[in-house]
């Protein structure tokens, strides 16, 4: 799977701003329809300026149009993209680092400590796209638009303006909740990382780097919260998830092993007949007969 954020932060082919952590992208993509899987280590607003797109996680596909916007959190989801005319959307990567700075320094502003629990959102939460929203929006595409590099300072305080906007605005908390939990212990971000992206093909690594943590560090927590090594827990979880998806949907068998994470079918099939010694296809006509 493709780091989006490293992908784009490294790529010279789209106009960017660098404030600070903050990565603010203007994306155009005029390539043929395509379904590729992606992931980020980064939290990030995408707003839809022309085309559609969908954006597909473990349960929930969201598709998005001209003027409408997302919220897509630090993990991974599966992108199609449609050809019916271009795709072009506003990006903005914030790490974990800069919104706890912001907490922090806005604490007088709204208070954490009345904000709402960590409500059980997706990976992906629609943005409700009101006056304030579009105007945000419009002020992105002058600064995209001018000949000189607008003033970092500038772009800095219109963004925690909108940041501002979320965290003391009832139409946000999604959103809001989510950030909040941000300042939660490392190993409970890292216990939902896990049950949110076990189902993706992704290395001990990238699950780490979304954790926050060095590999090692990783490991040594992963093993404290789930009483296994990372390995056997994420086989048992796509096994877990492949058997779901086996006994209530219609889905193929290579469809399957795409949606669980697996690098191919064989490799499906392999580890399936390892867990539950019937192959994929006989547990279906077996649940099914």
Same mark, same amino acid.
């Given at each position: ?21 903050? &990565? ?36 929930? @596909?969201? !598709? ?13 989801? $599966? #992108?199609?993209?449609?050809? /019916?005319?271009?795709?072009?959307? =506003? ?25 709402? #629990? ?10 409700? !796209?009101?006056?304030? $929203? ?13 000949? @000189? ?13 909108? =940041?501002?906007?979320?965290?003391? /605005? ?11 939990? =941000?300042? /939660? ?42 009483? @296994? ?11 877990? &998830? #492949?058997?779901?998806? =086996? ?7 290579? @469809? ?34």
């Amino acid at each position: 799977m493709t780091n989006v954020f490293s992908y784009i932060r490294d790529c010279n082919l789209f106009k960017k701003l660098e404030v600070e952590e903050l &990565l603010f992208v203007e994306f155009k993509c005029m390539i043929e329809e395509i379904r590729f899987g992606m992931w980020s280590d980064a939290n990030y607003f995408v707003f839809v300026t022309n085309g559609k797109k969908m954006w597909k996680t473990k349960s929930k @596909e969201y !598709v998005v149009t001209a003027g409408e916007a997302l919220f897509v959190k630090k993990g991974a989801n $599966i #992108a199609h993209q449609f050809h /019916s005319e271009d795709y072009c959307a =506003l990006m903005i990567f914030m790490p974990d680092e800069f919104i706890k700075k912001f907490m922090f320094n806005f604490n007088d502003t709204f208070s954490t400590k009345n904000a709402p #629990a960590n409500l059980d959102s997706d990976g992906i939460i629609r943005i409700e !796209v009101d006056d304030f $929203i579009s105007s945000y929006i419009k002020s992105l595409e002058v600064y995209f638009s001018m000949q @000189e590099k607008p003033n970092s300072d500038v772009i800095k305080l219109k963004f925690q303006e909108l =940041l501002l906007n979320i965290f003391t /605005s009832k139409k946000h908390l999604e959103i809001s909740s989510y950030l909040n939990s =941000l300042e /939660s212990s490392k190993q409970i971000q890292l216990k939902k990382i896990m049950i949110d992206n076990f189902s993706y093909n992704l290395k001990l690594d990238e699950y780490a780097r979304m954790s926050n943590m060095s590999l090692s560090s990783f490991k040594r927590n992963f093993k404290v919260i789930f009483k @296994e090594s990372p390995g056997q827990w994420i086989s048992k979880q796509k096994i877990i &998830l #492949a058997t779901q998806y =086996l006994k209530s949907t219609d889905k193929t068998i290579n @469809e399957v092993a795409y949606d669980c994470g697996f690098e191919d079918p064989s490799h499906f099939i392999k580890v399936f007949k390892k867990h539950k010694v019937l192959t994929p296809l006989a547990f279906r006509n077996n649940f099914v007969s």
